[in-house]
């Protein structure tokens, strides 16, 4: 099988790659446990000086990263700017914190001394999607080799460039020739790399099948798993809420990675009373966000990564007019040869559209209008899934109170839209999968949480 890389701005075929054989990738794995070896001896302050290493040549290297990406997979230029600054911290932040994190922890017992310590669980495969080629990656990897495991990368398959230039991060910035290897392979080769015998966990971002047939192997195998799946994050624009603040945050959160975000806006939930101010203040900021060329280092919205996906995106739109929803703004596609799709707002969106009750993977919002609060938070957890959510409103205590004790996802923000801090877990529940990344929850996923008794 030949992996290609598809430029989706013009259609041109930009490399194409042949699939290891599985003998070659089964290679690879005894090669990452065989460096791992080594690794898990080497002290934390070795391991921080090669990791801010990574973030040095991150940085250095920004603007050529973001063009892999533009060119892979559509992210405008000026994003992938970005995301290359976030590796960067991440690579900093768990060099500065790991020690830290996965420090013994002394507990009290009869025992003379008793502890918990945290040890590297070995080879970790990751399963990586396309919509934020190097951040996905580097949010697993960063605390992942911190913590002394070695890292295999199968990456989607429409961003094989982006894989290789991750692997030749970590090779450049001297870290175990071994200790973080790409695996060109295609999807039909994850079950077997599963079985491994090396392979100790698996933490796979992306679709719910995707995630059921992982979960399904290594559960077999009886091996760890964290999965961050899809998401269709309700943003809940409440009745004393500024709509100017939550026409801005609503726009932004739809909209980051040209929709194409598993904690991106999705479900505007608006209370009937604010409903028309607030559609007329979302559509205009909607209205003037500038889509063309990613390589424009003006364009704030690229084309879709595929056109596929494009092309299933506008089938959801169309079907959810069909039955009844309104476009207040875009849901056609444009005459072009590039994967593009407009910001596009519907509204009188309600339950059994596509709209409704599906991920909307792209520039898309669905406005669901309700009376009152409790209908709100009702339509709000009437979702399969349970990634991120906000609340818009100008009383604190409310906000608090029901991102506390009402929303059911794995973060809720107040007055500001959804995204992942290196501070803070992220995760969902329900469909949006389980486990956590970032912070010290993240970092202890593939660690072995040991009890150490000693009478």
Same mark, same amino acid.
Not at 200 to 219: E, Q
């Given at each position: 099988?030949?992996?290609?890389?598809?430029?989706?701005?013009?259609?041109?075929?930009?490399?194409?790659?042949?699939?290891?054989?599985?003998?070659?990738?089964?290679?690879?794995?005894?090669?990452?446990?065989?460096?791992?070896?080594?690794?898990?001896?080497?002290? #934390?302050?070795?391991?921080?000086?090669?990791?801010?290493?990574?973030?040095?040549?991150?940085?250095?290297?920004?603007?050529?990263?973001?063009?892999?990406?533009?060119?892979?997979?559509?992210?405008?230029?000026?994003?992938?700017?970005?995301?290359?600054?976030?590796?960067?911290?991440?690579?900093?932040? #768990?060099?500065?914190?790991?020690?830290?994190?996965?420090?013994?922890?002394?507990?009290?017992?009869?025992?003379?001394?008793?502890?918990?310590?945290?040890?590297?669980?070995?080879?970790?495969?990751?399963?990586?999607?396309?919509?934020?080629?190097?951040?996905?990656?580097?949010?697993?990897?960063?605390?992942?080799?911190?913590?002394?495991?070695?890292?295999?990368?199968?990456?989607?398959?429409?961003?094989?460039?982006?894989?290789?230039?991750?692997?030749?991060?970590?090779?450049?910035?001297?870290?175990?020739?071994?200790?973080?290897?790409?695996?060109?392979?295609?999807?039909?080769?994850?079950?077997?790399?599963?079985?491994?015998?090396?392979?100790?966990?698996?933490?796979?971002?992306?679709?719910?099948?995707?995630?059921?047939?992982?979960?399904?192997?290594?559960?077999?195998?009886?091996?760890?798993?964290?999965?961050?799946?899809?998401?269709?994050?309700?943003?809940?624009?409440?009745?004393?809420?500024?709509?100017?603040?939550?026409?801005?945050?609503?726009?932004?959160?739809?909209?980051?990675?040209?929709?194409?975000?598993?904690?991106?806006?999705?479900?505007?939930?608006?209370?009937?009373?604010?409903?028309?101010?607030?559609?007329?203040?979302?559509?205009?900021?909607?209205?003037?966000?500038?889509?063309?060329?990613?390589?424009?280092?003006?364009?704030?919205?690229?084309?879709?990564?595929?056109?596929?996906?494009?092309?299933?995106?506008?089938?959801?739109?169309?079907?959810?007019?069909?039955?009844?929803?309104?476009?207040?703004?875009?849901?056609?596609?444009?005459?072009?040869?590039?994967?593009?799709?407009?910001?596009?707002?519907?509204?009188?969106?309600?339950?059994?559209?596509?709209? #409704?009750?599906?991920?909307?993977?792209?520039?898309?919002?669905?406005?669901?209008?309700?009376?009152?609060?409790?209908?709100?938070?009702?339509?709000?957890?009437?979702?399969?899934?349970?990634?991120?959510?906000?609340?818009?409103?100008?009383?604190?205590?409310?906000?608090?109170?029901?991102?506390?004790?009402?929303?059911?996802?794995?973060?809720?923000?107040?007055?500001?839209?959804?995204?992942?801090?290196?501070?803070?877990?992220?995760?969902?529940?329900?469909?949006?999968?389980?486990?956590?990344?970032?912070?010290?929850?993240?970092?202890?996923?593939?660690?072995?949480?040991?009890?150490?008794?000693?009478?």
């Amino acid at each position: 099988m030949t992996i290609e890389s598809i430029n989706p701005t013009t259609g041109e075929v930009l490399a194409r790659y042949e699939e290891m054989a599985p003998a070659a990738a089964a290679k690879i794995v005894d090669e990452a446990h065989e460096a791992l070896l080594d690794w898990r001896r080497v002290p #934390y302050p070795e391991r921080a000086g090669l990791m801010r290493k990574a973030a040095e040549i991150l940085r250095d290297n920004a603007l050529d990263y973001a063009r892999l990406m533009a060119n892979e997979m559509g992210k405008p230029v000026r994003d992938g700017v970005a995301e290359a600054e976030k590796c960067a911290v991440a690579c900093e932040f #768990y060099a500065d914190n790991a020690e830290r994190f996965l420090a013994p922890e002394p507990i009290a017992t009869e025992a003379a001394n008793s502890f918990v310590t945290f040890n590297p669980l070995g080879v970790v495969l990751a399963v990586m999607p396309w919509n934020f080629p190097f951040w996905q990656v580097f949010r697993f990897a960063a605390p992942g080799v911190m913590a002394g495991n070695a890292a295999v990368l199968k990456h989607a398959s429409n961003v094989p460039g982006c894989a290789l230039a991750i692997e030749a991060i970590f090779r450049e910035a001297g870290f175990p020739k071994n200790l973080f290897r790409t695996l060109m392979v295609s999807s039909r080769q994850v079950e077997a790399i599963i079985e491994h015998p090396l392979v100790k966990a698996v933490t796979l971002t992306g679709s719910g099948p995707a995630g059921r047939a992982v979960a399904s192997k290594a559960g077999a195998m009886l091996k760890k798993t964290v999965l961050e799946l899809g998401g269709s994050d309700p943003y809940l624009v409440l009745d004393d809420a500024d709509l100017e603040l939550a026409a801005a945050v609503s726009a932004k959160g739809r909209l980051v990675n040209s929709g194409q975000s598993c904690i991106a806006a999705k479900r505007f939930i608006v209370l009937d009373k604010v409903r028309r101010e607030f559609e007329e203040l979302f559509v205009k900021r909607m209205s003037v966000v500038r889509m063309g060329n990613p390589l424009n280092p003006e364009t704030e919205i690229g084309p879709q990564a595929r056109h596929d996906l494009r092309d299933a995106l506008h089938r959801q739109v169309e079907a959810s007019i069909s039955m009844g929803a309104n476009s207040l703004l875009g849901g056609v596609v444009p005459n072009d040869r590039g994967a593009f799709y407009p910001p596009t707002v519907l509204t009188d969106v309600r339950k059994g559209m596509p709209a #409704y009750d599906e991920e909307l993977f792209g520039p898309v919002a669905a406005i669901i209008p309700v009376k009152d609060e409790e209908a709100a938070i009702a339509v709000a957890n009437d979702s399969v899934f349970g990634l991120g959510s906000a609340v818009i409103t100008r009383d604190l205590g409310r906000g608090e109170r029901i991102a506390t004790e009402k929303i059911e996802s794995g973060c809720v923000f107040v007055n500001e839209a959804v995204r992942s801090d290196l501070r803070l877990p992220f995760g969902g529940i329900k469909e949006s999968g389980y486990g956590r990344e970032l912070s010290t929850y993240g970092i202890k996923e593939f660690v072995n949480i040991k009890t150490v008794y000693i009478a």
